[in-house]
T-cell receptor, first 115, second 113 residues
């Protein structure tokens, strides 16, 4: 286990539903990330949080809304998603200040299916 | 932004043979190049990384080489075993204290016994 836990592991939701993905890390890291992994595409960086502040949003549609209440928890709120949003959503964390270019530790991901 | 290309997309080898996966990157400011292994149904996990001040790094059966001039880096697995079968991702990161990683598309490696 890498210390990054995601829940739920699997989620099926309708296009009109609202759901949230949760990520929790107990590694003492203060940077957290959401990645999207679709079939036959590179891992796509969605959001970056550093010290609970969003520092990067890579042109992600507003139907995805991240929240980082503290350095150990990261959420991804979902609403009115499209079938093409079906993918594996991976959370990751890494150390931040004073440690350049360090390993990102991934959670096991949430397999999301939008019907 | 950074663009990382990875080849091949699939690779099949016989057990005991070597496997090589190649990546190129576009941003000369990139200076950290990790490789992740993702087994079926599992999370990506770092297997080896290299920084731009080093040309080669080896860890048992795994080695990575970096050519900064040509902006490409490669993963070499020797004496492959069936448990090496997985998707391998290369990534690049540039001069930041955050782990912003730009990933390649991945290579599905299959090692036949």
């Amino acid at each position: 286990e890498t210390g990054v836990t995601q829940t739920p592991r699997h989620l099926v939701m309708g296009m009109t539903n609202k759901k949230s993905l949760k990520c929790e890390q107990h590694l003492g890291h203060n940077a957290m990330y959401w990645y999207k992994q679709s079939a036959k595409k590179p891992l796509e960086l969605m959001f970056v949080y550093s010290l609970e502040e969003r520092v990067e949003n890579n042109s992600v549609p507003s139907r995805f809304s991240p929240e980082c209440p503290n350095s150990s928890h990261l959420f991804l709120h979902l609403h009115t998603l499209q079938p093409e949003d079906s993918a594996l959503y991976l959370c990751a964390s890494s150390p931040n200040s004073g440690t350049p270019n360090t390993e990102a530790f991934f959670g096991q991901g949430t397999r999301l299916t939008v019907v | 932004g950074e663009n990382v290309e990875q080849h091949p997309s699939t690779l099949s080898v016989q057990e005991g043979d070597s496997a090589v996966i190649k990546c190129t990157y576009s941003d000369s400011a990139s200076n950290y190049f990790p490789w992740y292994k993702q087994e079926l149904g599992k999370r990506p996990q770092l297997i080896i990384d290299i920084r731009s001040n080093v040309g080669e790094k080896k860890d048992q059966r795994i080695a990575v080489t970096l050519n900064k001039t040509a902006k490409h880096f490669s993963l070499h697995i020797t004496e492959t075993q069936p448990e090496d079968s997985a998707v391998y991702f290369c990534a690049a990161s540039k001069g930041s204290t955050l782990g912003r990683l730009y990933f390649g598309r991945g290579t599905q490696l299959t090692v036949w016994p």
